[in-house]
């Protein structure tokens, strides 16, 4: 099982921005799905961002236009790129395959706060 371990989060403003990172401990060229998802207090984890093993993206509606996510199979790491953020974003945010998720697996996320 390839580990994740997610960093880069923080605490900002409303409309600034902040890139999380996604760092595994193997390789995820053959990974054909990484996504981006997170679990703001008192709510269900949702699914955030996308990317396919070709580059392909899918969002969201809540971040569509805002978030970025991109992947750098060399460095074994998949990158959130977050601007315009909003209180609302407010999450722990996690990275994860369909295949870890479906064997129970999630790393221990990166905290972003959105505040004034």
């Known amino acids: 099982q390839v580990q994740l371990v997610e960093s880069g989060g923080g605490l900002v403003q409303p409309g600034g921005s902040l890139r999380l990172s996604c760092a595994a401990s193997?390789?995820?060229?053959?990974?054909?799905?990484m996504g981006w998802y997170r679990q703001a207090p008192g709510k269900q984890r949702e699914f955030v961002a996308g990317?396919?093993?070709?580059?392909?993206?899918n969002y969201a509606d809540s971040v569509k236009g805002r978030f970025t996510i991109s992947r750098d199979n060399a460095k074994n790491t998949v990158y959130l790129q977050m601007n315009s953020l909003k209180v609302e974003d407010t999450a722990v945010y996690y990275c994860?395959?369909?295949?870890?998720?479906?064997?129970?697996?999630w790393g221990q996320g990166t905290q972003v706060t959105v505040s004034s």
């Open positions: 994860n395959s369909p295949r870890a998720i479906a064997a129970g697996y």
């Open positions: 193997g390789s995820i060229s053959s990974i054909s799905f």
């Open positions: 990317i396919t093993s070709g580059g392909g993206g």
